[in-house]
């Protein structure tokens, strides 16, 4: 096959790409002929080794290595459980009265007529808080 006539070769995308490959071969690559300031990085597909960082920087922990780390109920005792669940007991019905307080404060400042439901659920507030 003759080199000069291209159409000895074979033809259609295959020769084309077969041409391509050949040529590349016995060339330099274009990013070697373009003259900057940064020659001595490498080709953009060449494989480089992975940058060091060093040892003063720290990463943070991760999510799931502190999330692994992190005592889940191990090593609680009883008591410790019992208190807590005795403190959360406290605070809720804290809150619970705080709640009927509000709605007996607000049903005796009402100017309006109570209606039978109001003045039954302000009775009943009444006896239990007074």
């Known amino acids: 096959m003759n080199p000069l006539n291209q159409h000895s070769q074979s033809s259609g995308y295959m020769g084309l790409l ?3 490959q050949s040529g590349a071969l016995h060339q330099n690559s274009p990013y070697e002929s ?3 300031e940064a020659s001595d990085f490498p080709q953009f597909n060449s494989q480089t080794s992975p940058i060091n960082v060093g040892d003063e920087e720290v990463r943070p ?3 799931k290595a502190a999330k692994g780390k992190r005592s889940n109920a191990k090593g609680k005792s009883v008591a410790d459980i019992t208190t807590v669940w005795e403190m959360r007991k406290d605070d809720l019905d804290r809150k619970e009265k705080q709640s009927k307080l509000a709605i007996l404060d607000t049903l005796l400042v009402k100017t309006q007529p109570l209606t039978a439901a109001e003045e039954e659920a ?3 507030l009444l006896a239990q808080y007074i």
């Open 122 to 124: 302000k009775n009943k």
């Open 34 to 36: 373009f003259h900057s």
């Open 61 to 63: 922990e991760g999510v």
């Open 18 to 20: 077969q041409r391509q």
